[in-house]
């Protein structure tokens, strides 16, 4: 089945030590989008690429960095990640970015302890 | 600016019981609404979607929602609820003229189902 894939489920990374995580869709979509997720708080966009093109959201800390080297492949990067930046991180794509079309989906996410 | 407001953070039904959970938004374009359900340790998955067209729009596993213009709302149905249906379920308003590339996402409403 086509899908959004996160690796992996679970990140535990040292306070100040880069980590990434990674995401791959066989959906062939235009557009992969990073949220993040804190503890009972609504999923918050960090960024989106449309085909490459690079949309970072205004209130995206520098910390936080993306790389979309191929159509399947989109990855987050925490160059140094705070005991604030434990969250559930989603991954989700569409086919465009109109809602007409068709719905994001999402992966399972990867939640990420800071310790 | 587009927001979302979800009533009751925690919502608690039997099983066959109706369920309603509620979202008020506020948009200053016609907006675009969205119900997600989130199971633990999962991603997010579309219930069903407004998109300026029928205001009672029906989505996946019996639920259905019905936009109303003048009570700014979009309230979330299910005639009888089940025990699968123990989750957690997002309203969301998208940022843009019917972009989801930046969905609003309301704080979440946590239903519990008791047999």
């Known amino acids: 089945d086509a899908m959004v894939i996160q690796n992996p489920r679970y990140q535990v990374t040292q306070f100040g030590k880069p980590v990434t995580l990674s995401c791959s869709q066989t959906l062939n979509h235009n557009v992969m989008y990073w949220y993040q997720q804190k503890s009972s708080q609504a999923p918050k966009l960090l960024f989106h690429y449309y085909d490459k093109d690079f949309n970072n959201e205004a209130d995206t800390p520098d910390n936080f960095q993306s790389r979309r080297p191929n159509t399947s492949f989109c990855f987050l990067d925490i160059r140094s990640p705070g005991l604030g930046d434990a969250a559930m991180y989603l991954c989700?794509?569409?086919?465009?970015?109109?809602?007409?079309?068709?719905?994001?989906?999402f992966g399972n996410g990867t939640r990420l302890t800071v310790t | 600016a587009q927001s979302v407001t979800q009533l009751g953070s925690h919502v608690s039904v039997s099983e066959g019981a109706l369920v309603l959970l509620r979202c008020n938004y506020s948009s200053s374009v016609p907006p675009y609404l969205f119900w997600y359900v989130q199971y633990p340790n999962q991603g997010l998955q579309l219930l069903l979607k407004y998109t300026s067209a029928a205001t009672l729009v029906k989505g996946i596993n019996g639920f259905e929602a019905e936009f109303k213009k003048s009570e700014t709302s979009f309230h979330l149905t299910k005639p009888s609820a089940h025990m699968s249906d123990a989750a957690e379920y997002f309203c969301?308003?998208?940022?843009?003229?019917?972009?989801?590339?930046?969905?609003?996402f309301g704080k979440g409403t946590k239903l519990s189902v008791k047999p």
């Open positions: 989700a794509t569409s086919r465009d970015r109109g809602a007409d079309n068709s719905p994001l989906h």
């Open positions: 969301a308003v998208s940022g843009y003229g019917g972009s989801q590339g930046n969905l609003i």
